[in-house]
């Protein structure tokens, strides 16, 4: 998705260089040969904002997933240090890190490339959010009831997945991080050459 196109109308552009500015006016005009009208326009773009934005709090929640998980890495990995306290923090951190990895697989699939190897696997929330946000930019026209309907289903989906993020967060990383910290496990390793 290349992201939503500003509907005609009157727009002011400034450009700055250095401690220069300067504004400009320019109108941008609907293609005289289609039929859509302002409202048409209007709703496009904002459909094409809603679309965005969820696709961006969804890429968002795939990349903060991502660094807890990389954090309960390292921090297992100081815990190996004291085989107490790693016997005790490894089946805690793979239980979180599955279960970031299952919302991560709902939201994205990391092994699609430029969206065109995914034949054969079943498309993740990120892929159909950018495939329904294609559908509106196609053209000038308003976009269709079933374009919201479909947009409102992935919607909802996504909301369950940043819920179930958010209910991770709140509870198994800060049952983890809890956890690290009454295991005292150090924040740096000191390691020397014998």
Known sequence: MTGPVAPPGRYQVMLSVGDRSQT???ELLADPRGPATQKDFQ???DLLVRIRDRL???HEAVNSGRRIR???DEWTSRASARPDAASV???HAKKLNDKLAA??????DPKTVDGLDH???PGRLSAKLS???????????APTTQTYEVFETIAAEVDEQLAALQDVIDGDVAEFAGLVHELEIPAILVETAS
């Open 70 to 72: 990389r954090q309960v």
């Open 131 to 141: 495939a329904i946000g294609a559908i509106p930019s196609f053209a000038d026209y």
């Open 24 to 26: 400009r006016s320019l």
């Open 119 to 121: 034949w054969g696997r």
């Open 89 to 91: 923090l490894a089946p």
């Open 103 to 108: 919302i991560e697989d709902k939201l994205f």
């Open 43 to 45: 709703a496009q773009f």
């Open 56 to 58: 961006s709090a969804t």
